[in-house]
């Protein structure tokens, strides 16, 4: 299993969730967060802008989901056809164990 | 080490950091979040509730007001929860899995939470710089 955390655009959230749920993927995790990527933040006139708001969206997935996650992300997060700076980023790391509280089961 | 990330329910924040003292893991951090499960497929799951939720509608057009109600039981919309993410000794993870799955389960059947447990490479205690280990 795998833990994907999904730093995209605050405008494109409920796009990028209608396309997961599309694609069979309900569950999500989603977090308000501010940030900065490799180009340092914006500057606009003498004013630096490092604290960029995104959300992230965090999700448990299988290991036969994830590439397919991982497309409808990047396809459904991107702002045009080349995509631009600051439409975010995915990570992914590694899940060991997942339970459910309601159930106790040791699954997703 | 572990990572123990757990998405609980609002007001059952206070009995799960009780739950983590009892188990003997104190510190935690926690973050409001919002989030949603797997969709309801088997609808006999919410029924219950779907009744007790349209009794309180009374007197309302009824489509609109199931319509609503459907939106907030089958698991589209996203609901505020409670993330708390505490890191570890690999001896205790079990134990506040246990603890976090007794303070946090209801007779909802769904929305009760998620546990999940990721590695954790590295600590370091910023004020001495101890790793590893002791500087949980």
């Not at chain 2, 609503?68 to 993870?93: N, S």
């Amino acid at each position: 299993m795998y833990l994907i955390k999904a730093v995209v655009r605050p405008e494109k959230r409920d796009e990028v969730l209608y396309e997961l749920t599309s694609a069979g993927f309900n569950a999500a995790t989603v977090v308000d967060v501010v940030g900065r990527g490799k180009q340092k933040g914006i500057k606009i006139g003498n004013i630096v802008y490092d604290e960029i708001p995104k959300v992230m969206i965090i999700m448990a997935v299988q290991e036969t989901d994830k590439d397919d996650i991982i497309s409808v992300i990047m396809r459904s997060a991107k702002t045009s056809e080349k995509g631009a700076f600051g439409d975010g980023k995915i990570f992914v790391s590694p899940l060991e164990e997942a339970y459910t509280v309601s159930s106790g089961a040791k699954e997703l | 080490m572990k990572e123990i990330i757990a998405v609980v329910r609002m007001n059952k924040t206070n009995a799960t950091k009780k739950a983590l003292i009892d188990s003997g893991a104190a510190g935690f951090t926690a973050l409001k979040v919002m989030g949603r499960g797997r969709l309801v497929e088997d609808k006999s799951l919410i029924a219950t509730r779907k009744a007790n939720m349209m009794e309180m509608a009374l007197g309302e057009d009824t489509r609109e007001a199931e319509a609503l109600i459907d939106g907030f039981l089958d698991g589209q919309r996203l609901i505020p929860r409670r993330m708390f993410h505490i890191i570890a000794k690999d001896a205790e993870v079990q134990p506040i899995i246990a603890a976090i799955m007794g303070a946090n389960r209801t007779d909802n059947k769904v929305g009760d939470g998620k546990i999940f447990v990721l590695p954790i490479a590295d600590v370091v205690r910023v004020r001495t710089a101890e790793r590893g280990e002791t500087a949980l």
